[in-house]
């Protein structure tokens, strides 16, 4: 069930993840802005505290809670900056090769999470597919370059957050683990309005009142759908391997090809980004491996 879930999860992740890009270029300039966007929604969550929500017993519980609702959105700030500095196409899927490695290693020392060889192998195998995804050679970028340099960063943040819910997971059931985690991730869009920047970015003016309709529908929409797949994706880990199911975001990032391909051929005026020959071949290759992957978790 767990691999049904994650596979879900990381579809719509994949739709949302080119709204987000959408969003960042035409509507959101500064990343934080819409971190803010993206963590506020959150705070809802404290309503379902009087119903059924254990309280942890020792602090260091409110501190992991903590660490996982802030790490979140602070992968999510580093993330964006990524995705202004590149493509999404490439950026995503190192965020997600990142974020597996470092859970691999994280979760073997915090939860000791122990794995048979061949669920190892899938794992890097999907990891490896990510990988290939994002290295870059078009007429921006030929290679590494700073918006990987962010991806890598934000993989890093995702993966501490991952694991903390994981554990909060464990020790007190999804439920409770789920509303605390993600009640932090709203703390974070609170805090975030005492940022000037963001303040200003929430007044509407007279010149600027017609594109503020548009674009509030649109990330409220993006964040309905962000939301179900995180809800998704979560308990997937909740019910299966930390592991193993963050490397199956190797599969959105597939999905997300095969979404920006079709999205740049069919309506290059709502978005598009431009592939070389080389990169064509190299993102075909990308999805057969992470096929491959794929096919290894799931007969193994």
């Known amino acids: 069930m767990w691999l049904l879930l994650a596979l879900l999860g990381n579809f719509i992740l994949a ?46 519980d409110w501190l992991i809670f903590l660490i996982s609702g802030v790490f979140f959105s602070i992968g999510l700030w580093a993330m964006y900056i990524g995705f202004q500095e590149s493509e999404i196409s490439h950026v995503g899927p190192l965020v997600g090769a990142a974020t597996s490695f470092f859970v691999i290693f994280l979760s073997r020392f915090f939860l000791s999470e122990i794995l048979t060889t061949i669920k190892i192998i899938a794992i890097f195998v999907l990891i490896l597919g990510s990988l290939a995804i994002s290295f870059e050679k078009s007429k921006e970028h030929n290679g590494w370059h700073k918006g990987m ?30 509303i605390w985690t993600k009640s932090a991730i709203g703390l974070v869009g609170l805090a975030m309005l005492f940022l000037p920047s963001i303040r200003d970015s929430l007044k509407i003016n007279k010149n600027h009142s017609a594109d503020k309709k548009g674009f509030l529908p649109l990330v409220l929409a993006d964040k309905v759908l962000g939301i179900a797949g995180v809800v998704l994706i979560q308990y997937a880990f909740a019910i299966g391997s930390v592991s193993l199911v963050n490397a199956l975001a190797g599969v959105q990032y597939a999905l997300l ?16 980004e431009n592939y070389t020959g080389i990169e064509i071949f190299q993102e075909a290759a990308s999805v057969i491996i992470i096929g491959i992957g794929l096919s290894i978790m799931v007969f193994s």
């Open 257 to 272: 090809i095969i979404l920006i391909a079709l999205l740049s051929k069919f309506y290059p005026k709502l978005f598009r």
């Open 15 to 60: 739709v949302v993840a080119v709204m987000d890009k959408f969003i960042l270029t035409k509507s959101v300039p500064k990343p934080a802005v819409f971190v803010f966007y993206s963590t506020v929604f959150a705070m809802p969550l404290f309503l379902f505290v009087p119903f059924g929500v254990a309280f942890p017993a020792v602090a260091v």
């Open 149 to 178: 340099l962010w991806g890598v960063l934000s993989g890093l943040f995702f993966a501490i957050s991952h694991v903390a819910a994981k554990y909060a997971y464990d020790k007190y059931g999804f439920y409770t683990g789920f």
